[in-house]
């Protein structure tokens, strides 16, 4: 009888074990206390390849090389797009390591956005009526001695249809703003080029729309694909930015990737005036 106790007692320790662990990989989020931080690191990259019949998508083969990217570049905050599921996430979570959490939205579309972060974290899907679902979250942070709630956006818009893309990003930021935080960060991959676009198009429209309230702090950081265009975007606003850097890391694609990362990080401020993006040397 006490042999049997004893097994049981084991196994429900290890069944302990295991939710903890299943919890970590299914990545809930943290309960730490508010991080403190003046400066915030920001990593968008789209992580599929070049758009193929054939599998497109991020490759598991490549996350071990995604994983030291982010390493290298010290982000805090990582959104990824053209991810497949929860499952892939996982895999690159586990090889990020223990401090990451991380949330992908099992949307309609088959290419979708995730989110990444080491700061104490609340994890929100933003959906839209196109089917497509951008992976929100909101932060505490902790600034010049103050709390300062930071709500931040994954995206990737349709990559067809430039009514869809208005439509998408309209609905994302209302959703994101209705969290009602002081300061909002968007990125990823907005799928459309501001250089040469005509002032009537959708897509100019799109743009004008998003800096009337938000600055592009890698607006003159140059392409960010393998066709020189520059889709890739962090849009940030202004409340409590003293400063933003920004810069694309070249030379990271590999085994058919088309897009470049998108490094930014902003200086952050109680009270600060807003500055306009500038671009890291």
């Keep these: ?15 302990v074990l295991a939710t903890h662990l299943l919890g970590a990989y299914l990545h809930e989020p943290l309960t730490r206390e508010h991080a403190a931080v003046q400066t915030l690191r920001i990593l968008t990259w789209n992580i599929g390849k070049i758009y193929l019949p054939l599998e497109s ?34 895999r690159l979570v586990a090889q990020l390591g223990s ?4 949330r992908i939205p099992e949307d309609r579309y088959d290419r979708r956005a995730a989110l990444l972060t080491t700061l104490p974290v609340r994890f929100v899907e933003l959906p839209t009526s196109t089917g497509r679902t951008a992976q929100g ?14 709500t931040l956006v994954s995206l990737h818009l349709d990559a067809f249809d430039a009514e869809r893309r208005t439509r998408q990003a309209e609905e994302i930021l209302s ?46 950081s140059g392409a960010t694909t393998l066709v020189a265009r520059r889709l ?9 930015v003293a400063r933003a850097d920004a810069r694309v890391l070249r030379g990271q694609r590999i085994n058919l990737m088309d897009h470049d990362p998108l490094i930014v990080e902003l200086s952050l401020e109680h009270g600060a005036a807003g500055a306009a993006g500038k671009r890291t040397p």
């Design 1 to 15: 009888m006490l042999r049997w106790i004893a097994s049981l007692v084991g196994i429900s320790a290890l069944l």
């Design 137 to 150: 979250a909101e932060l505490t942070l902790t600034v010049d001695g103050q709390p300062l709630r930071v």
């Design 57 to 90: 998508r991020a490759s598991d083969r490549d996350l071990g090389h995604v994983a030291r990217v982010i390493r290298k570049s010290r982000a805090q905050v990582v959104a990824l797009q053209e991810m497949r599921d929860p499952r892939q996430l996982g």
């Design 175 to 220: 959703s994101a703003r209705r969290l009602q935080n002081a300061q909002l960060v968007v990125a990823g991959d907005f799928n459309f080029d501001p250089a040469g676009l005509s002032p009537d198009s959708s897509d100019q429209r799109l743009y004008t729309f998003l800096t009337r309230s938000m600055v592009d702090a890698g607006r003159s």
């Design 99 to 102: 401090a990451w959490r991380g």
């Design 232 to 240: 890739d975007y962090v849009f940030y606003s202004r409340q409590h």
